[in-house]
């Protein structure tokens, strides 16, 4: 079981770069439907991804039922965990530049990429492009921090 839970990452790493092109086709489509809910049927862990899924459809896709920022968030931090800010990435109009922040790592959510602290990401025209910052272990974040954020080229 050790060793099952120790390839996770890596599994998904992979299904994530196998799948992009139809993850971006699903994410559009369900854009363009803007549910106000999203209703599910399951059972048993397929039950936690399908509620979870729900949760993400409806707070970060559509905004319709709940807005992140209103929604009540009740967790527990590790003993010994530190607060971290999350550090917004810098954005001249066309590069995205990664900050280099202690306790958090950043997140391309059309790929789900990890992306390096101190790279920069070029927009083509017209092109948007949102980051997600991640507390790493021993660390965490306050529920009302904003940690995405979406950057458009408008040229």
């Excluded at 994410?27 to 106000?36: C, D, E, N, Q, V």
């Excluded at 280099?100 to 059309?110: F, K, S």
């Excluded at 940690?147 to 080229?153: I, K």
Aim: with cysteine; glycine share 8%.
């Amino acid at each position: 079981m050790f060793r099952e839970a120790a390839q996770a990452g890596g599994v998904v790493r992979a299904q994530l770069e196998r799948n992009a092109a139809a993850a971006r086709e699903l994410g559009k489509t369900l854009r363009s439907f803007s549910p106000r809910a999203v209703v599910t049927c399951a059972r048993g862990s397929s039950d936690h991804a399908a509620t979870y899924g729900k949760y993400l459809i409806e707070t970060r896709l559509s905004g319709a039922l709940t807005k992140i920022r209103s929604a009540l968030v009740v967790r527990r931090a590790a003993a010994g965990a530190t607060l971290r800010v999350p550090v917004e990435p810098a954005f001249d109009g066309t590069t995205i530049t990664i900050p280099t922040a202690t306790g958090m790592t950043y997140t391309r959510t059309d790929t789900g990429a990890t992306t390096a602290q101190g790279s920069t990401v070029a927009l083509a025209d017209g092109d948007s492009l949102e980051i997600q910052a991640s507390p790493t272990a021993g660390n965490y974040f306050e529920t009302d921090q904003q940690d995405s954020w979406t950057f458009t080229n408008p040229a």
